[in-house]
């Protein structure tokens, strides 16, 4: 019972503190424009546009790198990556492509690769992307082979589902789909043009520097551990997230039957929302201190340019389809999204980062095998892995084992798991986590050889060796599973 006392009611705090957030910093221009685009992607792209790049009678030597470099101009998060990588499969993607889309995208898009080799060294942002694309594309190719009955059946149901839509898509859908883009990679990339303010004005509020105070009691605020803390901005982001929620259920649900005035003002609070996530806020003495930046100005004209797009240029059917297949991504993946970001807010508050080096201290198969453990239970949003992986260097992991965690922190965090086994089956979920796991702590294992000053030999003859062990594991399953077919 004292440890019930005792940790029960910091672990709950943890969770909602972890929960609120994320939702304050990362959901409004990240995850919404995802599902915007998702939606997009799955009502108005026809199949053939899809599968001619990404679909599974695609040659590989398209299919595969042409899902890697989508992945690598997008500068976000698993949970993020999520909803693209459900609208694209969802479309008629192979497994395969599809599967190294939604792992390269996180792991190694350009913005991080730019970030870790400022902040930790050149040699391992090589590494992360070297092995990243390698293996990326070696799980993508593995999961395709592993269940190639599957997404064959998968590939015929949705000739049934959309072969009613023929041709190539319309230029007007076309350009509603890139702006989405546009928007999702102006609120997200860190760029001076955008994240710099110009022009400022404040809000006379008295006591907000003392509300702000009172938020950094109880959501902790230490960015060298990864914690982010809410500010008073966040808590309005909130409040304007929960009346989205609201307007949506009664505007969306039933949308086929008309757009209402529900579906109107649920429209309306999502530009005001992004408009408000754009601007600077800080709490001071004075009131509220607005920055009016260049992402704030960046999103307006997105948002003018989807407007007439949306009621002028799209169909009223477009327009329906595209915003139930929204609707039907938020209402699959939005619930477990929240239920795992508060259960690794919970985990990370018994996971202390000292632990580090007791157990990744020198690069064993066990230390990297933790840092991949860490990757999953101590999930960070992109970018704010890296600073994180400097603490752990510093506190004097190994560069094997950090390399394992930069490759596994974007990819199984909690919420991505339970999402991704939402969208292709738990067998499917738990064969790619395994994979990235074992793929994650094989990188980092030879990563760290190779600084502990293995010759190149060696360890390429060892991965020769692994590679030809997971042939011959790979090519026995296929075989069984073929017999197991045909019986």
């Not at 913005?111 to 992307?129: C, M, P, Q």
């Not at 789909?177 to 997200?188: D, E, F, P, Y």
């Not at 959501?219 to 409040?239: C, N, Q, R, T, Y």
Request: charged share 10%.
């Amino acid at each position: 019972m004292d440890w019930l006392s005792t940790y029960v009611p910091a672990m709950l705090a943890g969770g909602a503190g972890n929960l609120a957030a994320y939702l304050a910093a990362h959901v409004l221009l990240c995850l919404l424009p995802a599902f915007f685009i998702a939606g997009a992607m799955s009502a108005l792209i026809p199949k053939e546009s899809v599968t001619r790049f990404l679909g599974r009678s695609t040659p590989g030597t398209v299919s595969y790198p042409a899902a890697a470099a989508a992945g690598s101009l997008l500068a976000v998060c698993s949970c993020t990556i999520v909803p693209l990588f459900a609208g694209i499969y969802r479309k008629g993607a192979g497994l395969g492509p599809a599967i190294t889309f939604l792992f390269f995208a996180p792991a190694a898009n350009i913005l991080a690769l730019v970030y870790t080799g400022g902040v930790i060294g050149v040699d391992l942002a090589f590494a992360r992307f070297v092995l990243s694309l390698a293996f990326g594309i070696g799980i993508g190719l593995i999961m395709a082979l592993l269940f190639r009955a599957d997404d064959a059946a998968r590939d015929r149901a949705a000739d049934d589902a959309f072969g009613a839509r023929g041709g190539g898509m319309r230029p007007a859908a076309l350009a509603f789909l890139l702006v989405w883009v546009a928007l999702l990679l102006a609120g997200t990339l860190k760029l001076g043009v955008l994240t710099g303010s110009y022009a400022q004005f404040t809000l006379p509020l008295s006591g907000a520097d003392g509300w702000q105070a009172a938020l950094d009691r109880l959501v902790p605020f230490d960015p060298h551990k990864g914690e982010e803390g809410v500010s008073v901005h966040g808590v309005l982001l909130i409040a304007l997230l929960a009346a989205i929620g609201l307007s949506a259920w009664r505007g969306l649900e039933r949308i086929h039957d008309g757009i209402t005035r529900w579906t109107r003002l649920s429209f309306a609070l999502v530009a005001a929302t992004l408009l408000v996530a754009a601007l600077a806020v800080q709490a001071t003495p004075a009131g509220l201190q607005i920055g009016v930046t260049g992402k704030f100005f960046a999103v307006a004209l997105a948002l003018a340019v989807l407007h007439r797009l949306a009621w002028r240029r799209l169909t009223e059917d477009e327009l329906r389809d595209w915003l139930w297949e929204s609707w039907r991504f938020v209402r699959q993946i939005f619930p477990l999204l929240v239920a795992g970001v508060f259960v690794v807010g919970m985990f990370r508050v018994l996971i202390q980062p000292e632990w580090i080096q007791a157990v990744a201290g020198t690069n064993s198969i066990g230390a990297n095998l933790a840092g991949v453990a860490f990757g999953v239970f101590m999930y960070f949003p992109t970018l704010v892995e890296v600073p994180i992986a400097q603490m752990f260097l510093d506190l004097g992991m190994h560069r094997g084992p950090l390399l394992a965690y930069l490759m596994a922190d974007p990819e199984l965090s909690l919420q991505s798991v339970l999402i991704i086994a939402a969208i292709i089956g738990r067998t499917k979920a738990l064969t790619y986590v395994g994979l990235v796991a074992l793929f994650s702590a094989v990188a980092g294992f030879s990563y760290g050889a190779w600084i502990d000053g293995t010759p190149v030999v060696v360890l390429a003859l060892a991965l020769a060796a692994f590679v030809g062990l997971l042939a011959a594991l790979l090519a026995f399953a296929s075989r069984r599973s073929a017999a197991l077919h045909g019986a």
